[in-house]
């Protein structure tokens, strides 16, 4: 049962809505995965018991966007006392196998587990839309803002001509441009460290950058 006094419910000037996710999402969400991340290794993959069991757990921090019926955008997030001076971990580590069940129900941190928009909706603004709805429910939760990791996904295709750390570091001073960190960074997540082996993908050579959205910053 959500812990808020109302859900989270918004429609778009386009038509589509952003509201929580419910029971009946979970096997079109299975089917999103695959379609936003296709290179992904199947076991990072969450499937929709993950779902579910997502929204037995924490089903404050879990969101949808719709258009009527078709579920075109999503994001899991999960309450955590994250530990910045030891930030090495791994996507599986952290989803628990998808399972989430490394929910700590007092976290003061917003842990964002994923977040994708359908190819087809894409240069709409609604990653900014499902981050901000996010960022709503973590002010309501009294937490210190948002932490997660941004797959640095324009390094696979020039891992044969640079190192991580040399790509990350013109991503950071604004020399590079990356599909994903760099739109994070525009909305306002700043950069905190590499890690490398985050996730078995191709497309960000397993390279994760590590972001933090303070509470008192605007989306």
Same mark, same amino acid.
């Given at each position: 049962?959500?812990?808020?006094?109302?859900?989270?419910?918004?429609?778009?000037?386009?038509?589509?809505?952003?509201?929580?996710?419910?029971?009946?999402?979970?096997?079109? $969400?299975?089917? #999103?995965?695959?379609? @936003?991340? %296709?290179?992904?290794?199947?076991?990072? +993959?969450?499937?929709?018991?993950?779902?579910?069991?997502?929204?037995?757990?924490?089903?404050?921090?879990?969101?949808?966007?719709?258009?009527?019926?078709?579920?075109?955008?999503?994001?899991?997030?999960?309450?955590?006392?994250?530990?910045?001076?030891?930030?090495?971990?791994?996507?599986?580590?952290?989803?628990?196998?998808?399972?989430?069940?490394?929910?700590?129900?007092?976290?003061?941190? $917003?842990?964002? #587990?994923?977040?994708? @928009?359908? %190819?087809?909706?894409?240069?709409?603004? +609604?990653?900014?839309?499902?981050?901000?709805?996010?960022?709503?429910?973590?002010?309501?939760?009294?937490?210190?803002?948002?932490?997660?990791?941004?797959?640095?996904?324009?390094?696979?295709?020039?891992?044969?001509?640079?190192s991580g750390q040399e790509y990350y570091e013109e991503l950071v001073q604004r020399k590079r441009f990356?599909?994903?960190?760099?739109?994070?960074?525009?909305?306002?997540f700043e950069p905190v460290a590499l890690i490398a082996d985050y996730l078995n993908d191709p497309v960000?050579?397993?390279?994760?950058?590590?972001?933090?959205?303070?509470?008192?910053?605007?989306?």
């Amino acid at each position: 049962m959500l812990n808020l006094k109302t859900p989270y419910y918004q429609k778009l000037n386009n038509g589509l809505v952003v509201q929580h996710m419910k029971p009946e999402h979970a096997q079109q $969400l299975e089917e #999103l995965q695959k379609i @936003v991340f %296709p290179t992904l290794a199947d076991d990072e +993959l969450i499937q929709a018991k993950h779902y579910l069991k997502h929204l037995e757990i924490f089903p404050e921090g879990q969101f949808v966007i719709t258009d009527n019926d078709k579920v075109i955008g999503m994001t899991s997030s999960m309450r955590s006392h994250f530990n910045f001076a030891d930030y090495h971990h791994t996507f599986k580590e952290t989803i628990a196998g998808g399972w989430m069940t490394n929910h700590e129900p007092a976290g003061d941190w $917003l842990y964002g #587990l994923d977040i994708g @928009v359908h %190819p087809d909706y894409r240069g709409m603004g +609604l990653a900014r839309v499902l981050y901000r709805a996010r960022h709503e429910i973590a002010k309501q939760l009294h937490l210190k803002g948002q932490v997660t990791v941004g797959m640095m996904s324009g390094y696979g295709a020039v891992s044969t001509q640079m190192s991580g750390q040399e790509y990350y570091e013109e991503l950071v001073q604004r020399k590079r441009f990356d599909p994903t960190i760099s739109t994070q960074m525009k909305i306002g997540f700043e950069p905190v460290a590499l890690i490398a082996d985050y996730l078995n993908d191709p497309v960000c050579g397993g390279f994760g950058v590590l972001i933090k959205l303070d509470i008192d910053k605007d989306v």
